[in-house]
């Protein structure tokens, strides 16, 4: 199994290196969301600071589906799924390997994402730990449903619409734990951010392990 993951980390990363959809195309986009709520809403205002938690999340979110969709369309044309079933590698290995592949993506877009959240909205951060244990958790979730719907999606016609209808609601509770967690951090709510924590930390488990058991099927379908 942990050749499996190895090889498949691997790959993605690679063809991320060659194609640089993450650099070239999904930074640049939360960049662009990061400054059109700072015109539209006043970098200064108090809705902008109490917006950005929740903000910071659903650009995640749009994110990670624009890398799940890009790396589940290249795979695709070049048979790569045919190859992978007559492989005989491991199926959980191979999708714990692409999320995690989809973890270091969606992590470096996060840090920028973050980054210019802070210089240009002037947060205050109440709770640096809450954040720093919130982000990994949070993007653990997304990833190991993204590499479940990803390839399924990529399979069916019209992807470009499937893969939201299917992400979007299984995410549901990772945006609302993560943003609340946030939401405490950045002094905008007032609640027991840690339980938010643990509930994101929950998700991990129940995602991973249903991915994990149904990988095998999964890559059948696909």
Do not use: C
């Amino acid at each position: 199994m942990v050749h499996a993951i190895w090889l498949t980390f691997r790959k993605d990363l690679r063809i991320e290196a060659r194609t640089r959809v993450t650099v070239n195309h999904v930074i640049p986009f939360v960049l662009a969301v990061v400054m059109l709520f700072a015109f539209g809403l006043n970098a200064e205002s108090t809705l902008l600071r109490r917006a950005t938690p929740g903000l910071f999340w659903v650009t995640v979110l749009f994110a990670a589906m624009s890398i799940v969709q890009r790396s589940a369309a290249i795979d695709r044309p070049d048979g790569l799924p045919d190859a992978l079933r007559l492989s005989g590698l491991s199926p959980t290995g191979m999708y714990l390997g692409k999320t995690a592949s989809t973890f270091v993506q969606l992590t470096i877009t996060e840090i920028v994402l973050a980054a210019a959240m802070v210089l240009m909205y002037d947060v205050r951060l109440d709770g640096v730990a809450l954040i720093v244990t919130a982000i990994p958790l949070g993007t653990m979730a997304i990833a190991a449903v993204g590499s479940v719907y990803g390839p399924l999606a990529a399979g069916l016609g019209g992807r470009e619409s499937v893969l939201p209808l299917l992400m979007l609601p299984a995410l549901a509770p990772v945006l609302l734990a993560a943003t609340n967690a946030f939401g405490v951090a950045f002094g905008t709510t007032v609640g027991p951010g840690w339980r938010w924590v643990g509930m994101l930390g929950m998700l991990d488990v129940l995602y991973v392990a249903a991915g994990s058991a149904t990988s095998a099927a999964l890559l059948e379908e696909t």
